[in-house]
């Protein structure tokens, strides 16, 4: 059989996956035809991250640092994530939350070169040839979303796409998983935002969104498609609005190797910062009473994981649901109202626990009447309502409670229910708080208190290179539970005062690591990957996780 032929000359330096710039030799220069096509001193990989820093650090707008370094990852794969590495705080919030959410918005008219794959509607009787169009032909995660609930921005329609992009870039600087193994993919089915289809500038198919049977079949054939093609690749399902998210997921997820970041990656981030503030706070998970002001798919995906902990701990569990109060714009969760979905009514509480209520209004039972009432021990933001989470709800908690858990989730920043400096004055310095996008260290009287980020950035990548280490067919809620406790067993906060609850970001593949092999022992045990010992399971995973470093020009081949 032949050889594949050798990349070289200018075919060499345009594939971010081979190219390596100002740090090929002379002698591969002179082997590969570069050259004349490059500066002729030759660089090392610190040298060049060095370099890119300097001029990452003269963009002054957080949008142009996200472009930049956009650029460099179409242009050079491992020098992008090198630099990711050598400034992961500084970097991860622009290349991802908060930013990326910028990006999402201005899609179309930041747009440079194609990444990933366009699946349109239009296309529908064809997705398996767009699929087989795909850059590299061995894939090992997807990441798809059809662009509707962006982060805590909306319908972003084709947009959207900036997302999968930066998700699997996650998966890559801190789960390991090669760059060129990875896939975005966004749906296009059209989009309900105005300003989006009267821009025209706009990229995507320009017709309002395809809803009911329609979709479902639409994304019927583009499951059809991926196990045909491409079977044993782990598909994650991203920013899906919530009548979609479950049942998508509950349909799919027997079928093939499938989870949904939103309901089960938020969920078990989450899970690992409660369990670490409830060790601090010197409680258990089944004394609990929690309280969500949001009642979608992630908040409901955030209360199964916590109810699921509790049965764990010795609760029976509709003892467990009852100290859910779950509060959306209708008010809170309960028997008497009729409009909400199977998921929710899980936590609907009965109305004779509220009858007796004292109320603001008498039609609805709002947040701050739950504050009052209950004598609330955690309280968690999926709600994008930016600063929802007032003084004087905050403060009534904290006047019941000795250490408050309080996690406003929504992101970007402008989205979280309250700013975590405010949480710490309301609160007298009390409150144990994580929060969904990064947050600077809050001074306090003598003390500097770091926050810690409940991005599912602890998650995602950890499972995907704990499934794929360990060969694990399913992904089921007990692995992403034992995920979510994996991480709280490497809080910080046991560890010294004012410690965030989970570890720093520049900890992140280190942690990566814990929680994987905790994804894939479970997964042994389940049945759902081949049996190991630990030191074996260990080793699989820690030769997952690739590391930045250039190859050798002559062996790098065409695939």
């Not at 991926?226 to 994650?236: S, Y």
């Not at 949904?260 to 078990?268: F, K, L, P, S, Y």
Request: aromatic share 6%; proline share 6%; hydrophobic share 45%.
């Amino acid at each position: 059989m032949s050889q594949p032929a050798v990349v070289r000359g200018t075919a060499l330096l345009e594939d971010p996956a081979l190219n390596k710039g100002t740090a090929f030799t002379l002698q591969e220069r002179a082997a590969l035809a570069l050259d004349g096509l490059l500066p002729p001193v030759v660089e090392t990989l610190d040298e060049q991250s060095r370099r890119c820093y300097l001029a990452f650090c003269r963009k002054q707008d957080e949008l142009e640092r996200h472009i930049y370094l956009r650029a460099l990852q179409d242009t050079d794969e491992t020098l992008f994530y090198r630099l990711l590495l050598d400034h992961v705080e500084e970097m991860l919030p622009i290349v991802y939350t908060p930013v990326v959410a910028k990006a999402c918005a201005e899609f179309s008219h930041i747009y440079r070169r194609p990444r990933g794959l366009f699946i349109a509607y239009p296309l529908r009787d064809r997705i398996r040839e767009l699929l087989a169009n795909r850059p590299r032909s061995e894939i090992e995660v997807i990441v798809v979303t059809d662009g509707e609930r962006i982060l805590g921005i909306g319908d972003q329609g084709v947009g959207g796409m900036g997302i999968p992009i930066g998700k699997l870039s996650l998966y890559s600087l801190i789960g390991g998983i090669h760059p060129t193994r990875t896939l975005p993919i966004v749906l296009d089915v059209g989009t309900n935002n105005a300003e989006r289809l009267n821009d025209p500038e706009y990229l995507g198919w320009r017709y309002e969104r395809v809803t009911g049977q329609n979709y479902f079949d639409f994304i019927d054939q583009f499951v059809t498609a991926v196990k045909a093609e491409m079977p044993n690749t782990l598909l994650q399902w991203e920013d899906f609005a919530t009548p979609h998210a479950r049942p998508i997921l509950d349909r799919y997820r027997d079928q093939m190797l499938t989870f949904n970041d939103d309901i089960q990656g938020t969920a078990a981030v989450a899970l690992g910062a409660i369990s670490a503030g409830i060790k601090v706070a010197g409680s258990t998970m089944r004394d609990q009473q929690v309280v969500f002001l949001g009642a979608g798919s992630a908040a409901t995906g955030v209360a199964d994981y916590i109810c699921a902990a509790m049965v764990a701990d010795g609760l029976a569990e509709e003892d467990a649901r009852r100290r859910f109060w779950i509060v959306n714009r209708g008010g809170l969760l309960h028997a008497g109202r009729n409009d909400l979905t199977p998921e929710q009514r899980r936590y609907a509480q009965p109305e004779e626990r509220i009858a007796g209520w004292r109320r603001a209004r008498p039609a609805n039972v709002a947040l701050g009447d739950v504050i009052a009432n209950i004598e609330a021990t955690i309280l968690i933001g999926l709600s994008t309502a930016g600063g929802a989470f007032t003084e004087s709800i905050v403060r009534e908690m904290a006047r019941k409670v000795r250490r408050p858990i309080i996690f406003p989730l929504s992101n970007p920043t402008e989205k979280s229910e309250a700013a975590p400096a405010d949480l710490i004055r309301w609160t007298e310095g009390r409150a144990l708080i994580a929060t969904g996008s990064p947050f600077a260290p809050v001074e306090f009287g003598n003390r500097r208190i770091p926050i810690a980020q409940c991005n599912n950035v602890f998650i995602l990548p950890a499972v995907g290179l704990g499934v794929i280490a360990s060969g694990a067919r399913r992904v089921t809620d007990q692995m992403m539970l034992l995920a979510g406790h994996a991480l709280g067993e490497q809080t910080p906060a046991l560890g010294g005062t004012d410690a965030p609850l989970l570890p720093a970001i520049r900890d992140l593949r280190r942690v990566a690591v814990e929680v994987a092999i905790a994804v894939g022992a479970e997964a042994q045990r389940l049945g759902l990957a081949p049996a190991s010992s630990a030191d074996d399971l260990r080793r699989k995973v820690v030769a997952r996780q690739w590391k930045p470093a250039y190859e050798a020009a002559s062996v790098q081949k065409i695939e």
